[in-house]
C-alpha cells in the first residue's frame, strides 16, 4: 500500500514535470495502477500537488537551515544551498508552473517557510552589504531562487548547464561581484 502510494508520487512529479496539466488518469497510467487506487490515496488532483509540495518544503527548508548552520556570510549560505538543493531542483520545478495555476493559492501558503527563510536569508545578506538593495528582500530573493529554477529547466533540455551555472548566475542576480561569486562555486576563500 504504501510502496503504491510513493510511486504514484515519484510517477506524479515526472509526469507533471512533463505537462502540468496533466490529470490523475494520467498519472495512474504513468504509475501503472488504476485511477482508484490514485484516487484511494491522494482524493484529489489538489491533493496529490499538497503531498508534493509539502515533501519539496520539508528538503526545502533542511537543505537550507543546514547551508545556514555550516556558512556564516549569507553568500556563502546562498551558494551551499544552491549546490545542495540542486538535484531536486528539478524535481520540483513543477511546483513553479503549478504556483501559478489553479493551486497557486495552496502552494505559496505551503511554500510560505520555504519564502521567508530565502527572504530572511537575502535580508542578512543586504545588511551586511553582500547583496544588492536594488529590491526588497522578499522579491530579490524570489527573482534569485527563480533563476535557479530556469536555469534547471535549460538544463533538463539540454544537458549543457548545472549546479555551478544556476549558482553563479543566482549569486549574480543577488548583486554578489563576479569574482566573489566563482570564487564561492569553486570553494576558493
Known sequence: MKENRERILEVALEVLGENPDAGMGEIAVA????????????????????TLTERAVTEMTLVLTKAGATHPEADATW????????????????????RRGEFG?????????????????VERGQDDDVFARDLPADVLSQVAYGVVFAVADVERST??????????????????????????????P
Do not use: C, K, M
Open 31 to 50: 504509475a501503472g495502477v488504476v485511477r482508484r487506487t490514485v484516487y484511494g490515496h491522494f482524493p484529489s488532483r489538489l491533493d496529490l500537488v499538497r
Open 79 to 98: 551558494a551551499a544551498f544552491v549546490a545542495s538543493v540542486w538535484p531536486v531542483t528539478h524535481r520540483y520545478r513543477v511546483l513553479l508552473a503549478l
Open 105 to 121: 493559492e495552496a502552494i505559496h501558503g505551503l511554500l510560505g517557510p520555504v519564502d521567508e527563510l530565502l527572504a530572511d536569508l
Open 159 to 188: 544537458g549543457t548547464l548545472g549546479a555551478r551555472a544556476a549558482t553563479i548566475t543566482s549569486l549574480l542576480t543577488l548583486g554578489v561581484p563576479r569574482a566573489r561569486a566563482i570564487a564561492l562555486v569553486d570553494d576558493r
